[in-house]
C-alpha cells in the first residue's frame, strides 16, 4: 500500500513560482526502490499530459511547455519528488498529479505505478 502525498499547490499571480513535493510512503520495508518519479498535469476539458518526470538517477525530461521554466528533483532518500515552479503562467493552471514507479515487496506484480491525490494549481493574470 504505497500512498503519495503531494504538497505545495495553490494559488499564484502571473510570473509567481511554486514549489510541489510528492513523498512516497508505504509499510516498513515495503519500498524496494522507486524507478521514474514524474509530474502530470490535467486542465478541464484537456488531456492528461506529463509535465516532467527524473529517473532515479537524475535524467530529466519536460514538456516543451515548461522547459526552462520548471525544474524536477528528487531526493532518493527520502521517497519524494519535486517540481519548481517559475514564472507560471495561467496556461499552467491544471490539477498536478504526482506518479511513481514503485518496486515493492509484497504486492503482484511487484512494480506498479502509483499516484497522488493531486494539487491544484491556479495561476491568475
Known amino acids: 500500500q504505497v500512498q503519495l502525498v503531494e504538497s505545495g499547490g495553490g494559488l499564484v499571480q502571473a510570473g509567481g513560482s511554486l514549489r510541489l513535493s510528492c513523498a512516497a510512503s508505504?509499510?516498513?520495508?515495503?519500498?524496494?526502490?522507486?524507478?521514474?518519479m514524474g509530474w502530470y498535469r490535467q486542465a478541464p476539458g484537456k488531456q492528461r499530459e506529463l509535465v516532467a518526470s527524473?529517473?532515479?538517477?537524475?535524467?530529466?525530461n519536460y514538456a516543451d511547455s515548461v522547459k526552462g521554466r520548471f525544474t524536477i528533483s528528487r531526493d532518493n532518500a527520502k521517497n519524494t519528488v519535486y517540481l519548481q515552479m517559475n514564472s507560471l503562467k495561467p496556461e499552467d493552471t491544471a490539477v498536478y498529479h504526482c506518479?511513481?514507479?514503485?518496486?515493492?515487496?509484497?504486492?503482484?506484480?511487484?512494480?506498479?505505478?502509483?499516484w497522488g491525490q493531486g494539487t491544484q494549481v491556479t495561476v491568475s493574470s
Open positions: 527524473i529517473s532515479r538517477g537524475g535524467s530529466t
Open positions: 506518479n511513481a514507479n514503485v518496486h515493492t515487496r509484497w504486492t503482484v506484480p511487484p512494480l506498479n505505478d502509483y
Open positions: 508505504g509499510a516498513s520495508g515495503m519500498i524496494v526502490s522507486i524507478n521514474t
